[in-house]
């Protein structure tokens, strides 16, 4: 199999399988990347040790292999393989300086939105979030001082959508602005941000990447050289380095990736329709649905759906909780993106220190319920749903 450098050609499923794993890189040919936990390296030339691998946190031969692996998926230059997506959103802010201004969509992951109102306003850096579902106004938000532009499409939980290539062309106009693309939701089997002009592409591998609820990481794919000679210094610096398990566990799950996106879109799309039929159910949010707002761009930009699906129950707080436990197959958990189905209140977990008024606006109530189907049978899922709200509203 050729070079990472040269799998452009492959399709995606074929490179989620051997990207950057190429037996000839193993001194035993394996056909599984090998879990190297030596830290340290016997150097054959002590007056060059820096040749190849020295230390652990610079460089290890099953985190490089995932690397490789996730540039590869995504078209990009480089991978840098982090602890967790928080952990690559700590990095990203540390490439600004003191006076520099973040310009965020208005709804991001809760950890995102954190980062940015306490460490980097810590560091003296100006945020603003902006509904980036309006181009226009979100464009006219650029600032002089703007090096950053964070965007999280489709967004959590709302699954609002935002245009990647009309704010990449806004971001392109203006010298020296970073426009880094949440991919966390769609994964690079559904959607291509680079393709779209991201300068970086950002993920939680926690959620679908891995797949798999048992490994906690993030990653970043970046083209130009600079920036990721920039990140590369901030990780090894701080630490911000992952567990040769856990890739090697990331690495496993991206060679089913293909396969369970397909499936978590189809279990997705069929429980959001069954459910925007269901007499007790007053609203469904799905990029499947022609009653998303944004129906038409999610068809244009990403060629999937993820398992993500918003569901507003009638009744009142009794009920949406009645309804989870319920439930026997999806499982009342927080967190998404995983084999197993979840069904969370997303105004008790996520955006529970968002104050009532911001989060009604951002379209979360105390009802709202964010399913996360997974990759069971879809009539086995349809008919939990269905017994679960016959049991509470009887
Ligand atoms: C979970 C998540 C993160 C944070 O990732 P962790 O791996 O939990 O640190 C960032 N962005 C999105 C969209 C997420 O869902």
Partial sequence: MC??????????????????????????????????????????????????????????????ALARCLAALDNGKYGLIFPSGCATTTAVIHLL????????????????????????????IEVDFVDSTNVELFASAIKPNTRLIWLET??????????????????????????????????SYF??????????????????????????????????????????????KFGLTCSPFDCFLVNRGLKTLPLRMNKHCENGT????????????VK???????????????????????????????GTINEATKFIHNLKVFLSSDSFGTCTSFAVLPAYASHIDVPKEVREQLGIFETTVRLSVGIENTDDLIKDLEQALVKTFE
């Fill in 3 to 64: 070079d990472s450098n040269e799998t452009g050609s492959l399709s995606f499923d074929t490179k989620a399988i051997h990207a950057g794993q190429e037996h000839e890189r193993w001194s035993n040919a394996e056909i599984v990347p090998p879990i190297v936990t030596s830290v340290t390296y016997y150097q054959k030339d002590p007056t060059n040790i820096f040749a190849g691998y020295c230390y652990g946190r610079d460089g290890n031969p099953t985190r490089d």
């Fill in 97 to 124: 300086q003191t006076g520099d201004h973040i310009l965020s969509c208005s709804e991001t992951y809760g950890g995102t939105r954190t980062i940015f109102l306490t460490q980097a306003k810590m560091q003296g």
């Fill in 154 to 187: 489709p967004s959590n939980p709302c699954l609002k959508i935002s245009d990647i290539a009309a704010i990449a062309k806004a971001a392109r106009s203006h010298k020296d602005i970073i426009f880094v693309v949440d991919n966390t939701l769609m994964t």
């Fill in 191 to 236: 959607q291509q941000p680079m393709q779209l002009g991201a300068d970086i592409v950002m993920y939680s591998l926690t959620k679908y990447m891995n797949g798999h609820n048992d490994v906690l990481a993030g990653a970043l794919v970046i083209n130009d050289s600079k920036i990721y000679e920039d990140l590369k210094l901030i990780q090894v």
């Fill in 270 to 281: 069929a429980v959001a329709r069954y459910l925007e039929k269901h007499p007790k159910v």
């Fill in 284 to 314: 469904v949010i799905h990029p499947g649905l022609p009653s998303h707002p944004q129906y038409e761009l999610a068809k244009k930009q990403s060629s999937g759906y993820c398992g993500l699906v918003v569901v507003q129950l009638s």
